[in-house]
């Protein structure tokens, strides 16, 4: 288990288009630059959630928010992968559809990209509503069904198609969050179609309009228990054995090698960049000078 | 990548006093390499350890002398609870910025309009000095909803050719009938969304150009940073079929007739 693997990156929806924290700091001295989320083209994302902007709401120690605008992914395509590419950086594309379908069409555009050598991973979210079509004539054409997490047969059959558009060496991650009911069979899932590394998420539903979420530091102690549990279930053989990624309530460098105690290989860092960029920096330096996370048979049940 | 990176530096904050309804706060910082100019703004952190998003203000002033340093002038609104949130003379205050490219001069020396609201007036009434400094004619429209939130009319008074207060909702007649009476070629707009909609309108009916704040700095739920979309912009189709602009990494001063402001709600 020595995939290759980011320490810290930004968390999907809080680093921008990736050049925008190029303001702040040295791009290269990362590990990789996450970009996304991705949508599908035209203007319309899994979710509804379109172009709308965000709305951030305080709440103590957190925030709650509605899901990032996705960027669409011919401007990804035509924009950003040039841009990264030129300065030889490795990216993460991050990508966010309501169907397998919608998924497979970033995925190929992507691919289709000549900038696409700078690709070093895709993680797909399943915390994402998934939309059914319906039988023509009724209502709207889709129904939200619920997150993807929600039904591992579901995951199963979306990673399997994402992995089939990638080169087989490229890294393929899926993320799943606070609201998936059953974690261990959910991650199963994934890796079951094809993800080599698990992103774990805290953050929770929330109150407000359909898909608020609670972030931030508030949801620390959730990632922290998410990490544990599959980190426990891999060691009883539960869950394939897997590389981690911490993110949400992870945004200084205590909550970095916390996270990195527990069992998580690496760190997404949301709202902590929203406070201050030079965070990701700061981490990605704690990071690089400390021993690698502890073997599997370590973790205690 | 040859801009200078944007980074977190400690200030000294000199003096906290009140200035109406707001609290002026000046702050020392290492000299800048480029003066600031009316238009950009300030990050600054949370007020209290469990608030997450960092808070933003309008720079209302800047003084560079060799040898001591920046003194930036902050006005920003009387926090709640009195002015405990905010630093005292002697403390030290972390600050990214300033922050984004400000509102442009105009080369020849013209009419122009500046309207502004709350405790952007400041910004607003600094960049009418700026304006009146290269020879411009400068008509300050300035919007509150109770007469103490105008900030420092004195001050305006002798930074403005012509002052007119107006509460928001009269904003629009106001601005018509000013236009209409010294007709100025460009018109500028700082505070919030919807003034800079309304100058942006009234600059679009009369052939004027508009620079307008594209984010209402100050305002909760915003980073600041150019990392959450939470101030994306629609533009106009003719700048692409679903383009956006995010007006506190690309402005936070915007051209008017850019934004789709009837998408943008
Ligand atoms: S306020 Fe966060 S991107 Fe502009």
């Not at chain 1, 288990?1 to 921008?16: F, I």
């Not at chain 1, 890796?191 to 953050?203: I, K, Q, Y």
């Amino acid at each position: 288990m020595s995939a290759w693997l980011p320490r810290v990156t930004a968390a999907a929806g809080c680093g921008g288009s990736g050049r925008e924290l190029a303001r702040f700091g040295d791009l290269a001295a990362l590990d990789a630059v996450l970009i996304g989320p991705i949508g599908p083209p035209g203007a319309d994302d899994a979710g509804g959630a379109g172009r709308a902007r965000a709305r951030l709401a305080a709440s103590p120690s957190g925030l709650v928010h509605t899901p990032a605008p996705a960027l669409p992914v011919e401007h990804v395509v035509e924009d950003l992968l040039p841009w990264f590419r030129a300065r030889g950086l490795p990216v993460v594309c991050a990508v966010r559809g309501g169907t397998a379908g919608a998924v497979a069409d970033v995925l190929q555009e992507l691919r289709r990209s000549l900038d696409f050598t700078t690709v070093a991973a895709v993680e797909v979210d399943l915390t994402t509503d998934r939309e059914e079509t319906r039988a023509a004539g009724v209502l709207g054409p889709t129904d939200r069904v619920g997150p993807w997490s929600a039904d591992p047969q579901a995951c199963l059959k979306l990673l399997a198609s994402a992995r089939e558009q990638l080169p087989r060496d490229l890294l393929l991650t899926a993320k799943l969050a606070g609201e998936c009911p059953d974690p261990l069979a959910t991650s199963r899932a994934a890796v079951g179609g094809g993800a080599r590394a698990l992103v774990l998420s805290g953050s929770v539903p929330a109150v407000g309009p359909p898909r608020q979420h609670l972030v931030g530091p508030a949801i620390g102690p959730v990632t922290l228990g998410l990490v544990t549990r599959i980190r426990a279930a891999i060691a009883a053989g539960r869950v394939p054995d897997v590389p981690l990624v911490a993110v949400g309530g992870v945004h200084d460098i205590r909550t970095a090698r916390q996270a990195r105690a527990t069992g998580a290989a690496g760190v997404q860092l949301g709202t902590a960049l929203l406070a201050d960029p030079q965070v990701l920096w700061d981490v990605h330096q704690a990071l690089t000078t400390v021993s690698p996370p502890p073997p599997v048979s370590d973790t205690t049940d | 990548m040859s801009a200078p990176l944007l980074h977190r530096r400690a200030g000294e904050v000199v003096a906290n006093r009140p200035l109406g309804a707001y609290r002026q706060l000046s702050v020392v910082l290492p000299a800048l390499a480029t003066p600031a100019r009316p238009g950009q703004f300030v990050i600054t952190p949370p007020a209290r350890a469990d608030q997450v998003l960092p808070r933003t203000w309008w720079v209302a002033g800047e003084r560079t002398e060799p040898g001591f340093g920046t003194t930036l002038e902050l006005v920003v609104p009387d926090p709640p609870g009195g002015s405990g949130a905010l630093p005292a003379p002697g403390d030290e205050l972390l600050l990214t910025g300033p922050v984004g490219r400000g509102f442009g001069l105009p080369t020849t020396p013209v009419t122009a309009v500046v309207a502004t609201q709350g405790a952007a007036g400041a910004a607003g009434r600094w960049l009418c000095e700026r304006l009146r400094t290269v020879g411009c004619a400068v008509h300050l429209v300035s919007c509150a909803d109770e007469p103490e939130q105008h900030v420092d009319l004195v001050l305006a008074r002798r930074s403005a050719d012509g002052v007119i207060l107006t509460e928001p909702a009269g904003a629009e007649a106001a601005l018509t009938s000013l236009t209409e009476r010294v007709h100025p070629s460009v018109l500028y707009a700082v505070g919030p969304l919807s003034l800079s909609r309304t100058v942006a309108e009234v600059a679009a009916g009369t052939g004027a150009v508009s620079q307008v704040s594209g984010v209402d700095i100050g305002a909760d739920g915003l980073c600041g940073h150019g990392l959450c979309g939470a101030c994306d912009l629609p533009l106009h189709e003719s700048a692409g079929s679903g383009s956006t602009v995010r007006p506190c990494a690309e402005g936070p001063v915007l051209r008017g007739g850019l934004v789709d402001w009837e998408a943008a709600q």
